[in-house]
């Protein structure tokens, strides 16, 4: 065939329109023809033809999804017609009134419902004008949203031209986009290998996708999308949900396969109860049913309030809830020694995942909820919160249950090491008061280890507690007399069945600590964890010193209470001992590094010798950015408050802190402060959590909630007080009550528990 412009342009063209029907029938109907072979015969075809005829390359041309260079940032547009969201609701008697009020606007017409599955996705709004696929606009705040045509047009099952011989002057179709549970589970795999932070759930990771500015990346995030709704239409006239539940498949849109329609209530709320039983195996994630009355003159006639349309609701399902037999209570102990109740359970399913233990938070609870072994307890999985024993099945009590007693089942005594136990009203807690609890020292072993502190990969879980079992490390700086030969041999295993770490897992170790000796300075200050030092407090002491004994001494943060109207605690220079005199046998160590945490510790008498440095001037105070001055002429500080700086020098002049110091300077270490070395301190900062705003809710376990702010903050999100329609997540901790949670169901806000949070994070 002589190769001529027509010639080309025809072949080019039922390539396209080949590869346009395969797309549709392996992606979005799931009913491929022809193996993957013959499919990349054809692409490779397509491609190599266009690249000798650039010329005739169209936008369309399924070659065309991943195209140009990444974007600076997404423009915002204006929608031709506002994204709704809907009202949401949980209970029956809302769904009846919903009914009742649809029955009654509709004056004597019968409605007809449409019951889809709420995708948990990210909503977004496809503009095909003449049948082309022109513009991909997110929600946004409902007016206007982001352009993000680039990256949806890498989406496989998005057809960049509808299958229609006329196609309508203008059809916006409006969805979901999402990850599959299978294709999250996989990129998260990927990230994990390639040492990224996982995702905390599919939603995230999709709203992630969508918000990454080079498409290339986008190209390679499995994400899908499912059609719902209509925006702007002209050419077609659309009578009905149904009508266009159908467009859509004949457009080659992918809609959700499952669907139910009725006319009265009973018929409905049948439906939501038939969804929910079946969802759980769909291949996405789906979190209530959306009921919409179906003729679209109805929806006229039943109107709209401010920010939802009246014809529709969305039910959301009650967190999932399961049965199962409370085995046995243990306990954990924490890094400050706090010791937490933790429910073992006979295994159950529950929302996807067996569930083995849930956290009883601490002895009121448990005496609150009337807790006892061998009773059967109701679990709830609330969104992704940490499963939690919800209450007791009385019905179910064994006869010879047996009150739950926190000192008595633990005889007393701490459940690591036999040492003492106090109980501590300021945390509602019991807490081991042996500062050389094993528990604790590994605790504080992989707190000094974090990624946001001296980031000692792999020295966590088992390779700490070995290392404190075996007697190798008995406080945190003792890493750093670590040596290869005592690594290598290092048994994770038992005596019977033996693990050894290994020399390259040993060298690799080594490394890391060595790496950590040079870290900045806020690194430090964060590993070393002191009471009242968070991420960011720990940022910003790092960033106005020069080194650990100038923050020891300090001028700034003596400065800030002065000029804050605090007290200023004595400092202490670190005297000059020679380092000998450091308790040296290894039942001493340990002892001296955290004694701090006890209460009252004798204060080192003031080394005359060394001059304390003078206070920082408010002036100066101010030109760091850590004091304000407020109207009526008083001081404030600002991003480290008079309770850190206290504690910071009381932990410095405290015999620990010196011993700390002096025991730093004999390892030759010496971390650097200052602005320059600030940045690289805040180690896991970044923008992964820009656009964001979170509110904090409940006790986290393992931080308080300013160094939680701080963290959301460093990686660029907000943080705010209450929950509203801008609150992204509700990150809910342990004893949450029920106000924020209720308002953020409300508003459609997402609740993450700790676990997600920290995943969030990337901890
Ligand atoms: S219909 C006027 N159908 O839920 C609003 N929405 O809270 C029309 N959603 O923003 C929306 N699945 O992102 C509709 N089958 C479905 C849905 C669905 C998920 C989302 C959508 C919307 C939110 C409402």
């Known amino acids: 065939m002589m190769e001529n412009k027509d010639n080309v342009a025809g072949r080019l063209e039922w390539l396209r329109g080949e590869i346009r029907r395969h797309d549709r029938l392996y992606y979005v109907e799931a009913k491929p023809e022809i193996s993957d072979f013959e499919y990349d015969g054809l692409y490779r075809e397509l491609r190599e033809l266009e690249k000798a005829h650039p010329e005739l390359v169209t936008e369309d041309s399924p070659t065309q999804r991943v195209a140009g260079e990444p974007l600076d940032a997404f423009k915002t547009v204006q929608h031709s017609i506002p994204m709704m969201s809907l009202d949401n609701t ?28 709420k995708i948990d996705g990210v909503s977004i709004s496809l503009r095909y004008e003449n049948g082309v696929l022109v513009q991909a606009l997110t929600r946004g705040n409902g007016k206007q949203g982001d352009d993000v045509t680039a990256n949806i047009r890498t989406i496989p099952s998005v057809p960049l031209r509808l299958f229609v011989d006329s196609p309508p002057e203008v059809f916006e179709a409006r969805g979901e986009v999402f990850m599959s549970k299978s294709g999250f589970l996989k990129l998260n795999g990927l990230r994990i290998a390639r040492g990224e932070d996982e995702f905390a ?57 499952w669907y139910r329609t009725a006319e009265t209530y009973d018929e409905l709320l049948a439906a939501i109860q038939d969804l929910n039983t079946v969802r759980n195996s769909f291949p996405y994630d789906t979190d209530g049913a959306v009921i919409k009355v179906n003729d679209f003159a109805q929806r006229e006639q039943l109107g709209m309030t401010a920010h939802a349309p009246s014809w529709a609701k969305a039910y959301k399902y009650a967190p999932e809830q399961a049965e199962t037999i409370l085995k046995t209570i243990t306990i954990q102990v924490g890094r400050t020694g706090v010791l937490t109740p933790v429910a073992e359970l006979e295994p159950v399913a529950l929302a996807g995942s067996t569930i083995a233990r849930a956290t009883l938070h601490n002895e009121d609870e448990i005496r609150r909820k009337d807790i006892r072994i061998g ?100 406080e945190p700086l003792d890493v750093f007399e670590l040596r290869q030969d005592q690594l290598a041999v290092l048994n994770l295993g038992t005596d019977e069945s033996p693990r050894m770490f290994g020399a390259k897992n040993a060298a690799k170790l080594l490394a890391a600590i060595e790496r950590a000796r040079t870290k900045p300075l806020a690194s430090w200050l964060q590993a070393l964890g002191i009471p009242d030092v968070g991420a960011a407090t720990a940022y910003h002491i790092g960033r106005v010193h020069k080194n650990i004994r100038e923050v020891a001494t300090s001028g700034v943060l003596r400065g800030l209470l002065a000029a804050s109207g605090n007290p200023v605690p004595e400092v202490q220079a670190v005297k000059d001992k020679p380092v000998e005199d450091k308790p040296k046998p290894k039942e001493q160590k340990g002892q001296v590094l955290f004694d701090f945490f006890l209460e009252e510790q004798p204060k080192p008498t003031a080394t005359k010798e060394l001059p304390t440095p003078e206070m920082t001037t408010p002036t100066k105070l101010v030109e760091l950015g850590l004091l304000k001055r407020r109207n009526d002429g008083e001081y404030v500080t600002t991003s480290i408050g ?52 979170f509110v904090l809710t409940g006790t986290l ?39 924020k949670t209720e308002r953020a169901a409300e508003l459609g806000v997402q609740v993450i528990d700790e676990e997600a949070f920290l995943a969030m994070l990337g901890n």
Not at 91 to 99: E, Q, Y
Not at 444 to 472: H, I, K
Not at 666 to 684: K, M, R, S, V, W
Not at 709 to 732: D, E, M, P, Q
């Open 201 to 257: 759930n599919a939603r995230n990771a999709t709203a992630g996708s969508l918000k990454q500015l080079d498409p290339r990346q986008v190209a390679e995030r499995p994400l899908d999308i499912l059609f719902y709704a209509q925006g702007d239409v002209s050419g077609i006239d659309l009578k009905s949900q149904l009508d266009l539940l159908d467009l859509f498949d004949s457009y080659g849109l992918k809609r959700q396969a």
């Open 375 to 474: 009773d059967t307890v109701v679990i709830e999985k609330a969104g992704e919160v940490i499963p939690a024993v919800v209450s007791v099945v009385m019905s179910k009590r064994p006869a010879d249950s047996v009150e739950f007693d926190f000192v008595s089942h633990i005889d007393n005594k701490c459940p690591s090491c036999g040492g003492k136990i106090e109980r501590d009203s300021q945390f509602v807690a019991w807490r081991c008061m042996n500062i050389q609890c094993p528990a604790q020292v590994v605790r504080r072993l992989e707190y000094f280890a974090a990624r946001n502190a001296l980031d000692l990969e792999s020295l966590g879980g088992v390779v700490a507690e070995s290392l404190v079992e075996r007697g190798l490390v008995a």
């Open 701 to 739: 376990a393992s931080m308080d909630r300013d160094t939680a702010s701080a963290k959301i903050r460093a990686l660029g999100g907000n943080v705010a007080s209450s929950v509203s329609r801008n609150t992204t997540f509700l990150v809910a901790g342990a004893n949450t009550g029920a106000k």
């Open 642 to 693: 008079p309770k850190t700086a206290t504690s910071v020098l009381d932990f410095f002049a405290s015999q620990i802190g010196q011993d700390i110091l002096r025991r730093m300077e004999a390892l030759g270490i010496d971390p650097q402060g200052g602005e320059d070395n600030a940045t690289e301190a805040e180690g896991t900062t970044g923008n992964s959590l820009a656009g964001k705003t």
């Open 90 to 117: 949980y209970d029956a008697d809302d769904l009846r009134r919903f009914h009742d009020y649809v029955v009654k606007g509709l004056a004597g017409k019968k409605p007809l419902y449409v019951i889809e599955p």
